[in-house]
């Protein structure tokens, strides 16, 4: 039986974009992204969420990809969960493998600005996953449970979190996880989540996957019962995301 979790796609733009790009980009979520079926989020860089909030249809969410771990004050360069809500966005990004890996995130810290992410009263898209090495050493479970433990301590409110498992050398690779390994992943965690949370969050907590996936893989991707939809990264950028979005239609 389909599981009643509401299928769900995100948009993670990264660094990537200009107004008249996004322009283009607001023009095809508009005219063929906004179903109810699906939860459509996308996640433009801090600069232009306000602009992109303005633009897309008020059914799709907005998303930052990063926001810091207290209200405000001396911390150049970041942004607060308050300016995420002050100009109408929805969500947050936490814990992105660029930024575990590029910019040096601890579990620690991608734990605690969830927790301030969930009190200031966003959505948040907590992202986990294991790199190569960690694959290839038969790491991937406890390095997701390392990841994960993290995280659940600091949750107040699961019905605002959507787990985005991103095994790192799938993401920007072109190299996806098949379909039976990321469903493999997706069912341990919600095991896992039901031995260490609750057996009601495991049941309805969204496990999205994320890595590489394109109009070509997303079908198959989606049809495994565990993976309740994507987190998307290049292909979110071009019309092929209308396809990803509806890869379970
Ligand atoms: C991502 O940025 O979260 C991502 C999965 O990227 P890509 O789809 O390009 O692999």
Redesign the pocket.
């Known amino acids: 039986m389909a599981s009643q979790r509401k299928f769900f796609v ?1 948009g ?1 733009w ?1 660094m990537n974009g200009t107004k008249s790009s996004i322009d283009g980009i607001v023009k095809f979520l508009n005219e063929s992204c906004v179903d109810d079926k699906v939860e459509v989020v996308v996640a433009p860089p801090a600069i232009y969420l306000d602009y992109t909030r303005q633009a897309v249809n008020k059914k799709i969410g907005v998303a930052a990809q990063n926001c810091y771990k207290v209200a405000s004050g001396a911390f150049t360069g970041d942004n607060s969960t308050a300016m995420i809500k002050d100009v109408g966005c929805e969500w947050v ?1 936490l814990g ?3 930024r575990r890996n590029v910019f040096g995130e601890s579990d620690e810290l991608v734990g605690e600005k969830v927790k301030h992410a969930l009190e200031a009263g966003l959505q948040v898209i907590p ?1 986990i996953g294991e790199k190569l090495e960690e694959r290839e050493a038969g790491k991937t479970e406890e390095v997701v449970y390392r990841q994960m433990k993290a995280i659940i301590g600091n949750v107040t409110d699961w019905s605002r979190v959507v787990i ?1 498992y ?1 095994p790192v050398w ?5 190299k ?1 996880a098949t379909p039976e390994q990321a469903q493999e992943v997706h069912d341990k965690l919600r095991k896992w989540l039901s031995a260490n949370v609750t057996a009601d969050v495991a049941n309805s907590v969204r496990i999205i996957y ?5 109009a070509g893989n997303c079908k198959d991707l989606g049809t495994k019962p565990d993976i309740d939809g ?7 950028l071009k019309p092929d995301f209308i396809t990803i979005v509806k890869a379970r239609s």
């Open positions: 995100g993670n990264k990004i992105h493998s660029e992202c985005a991103e799938a993401i920007g690779t072109g996806t994320g890595g590489s996936v394109s994507f987190l998307v990264g290049g292909a979110s």
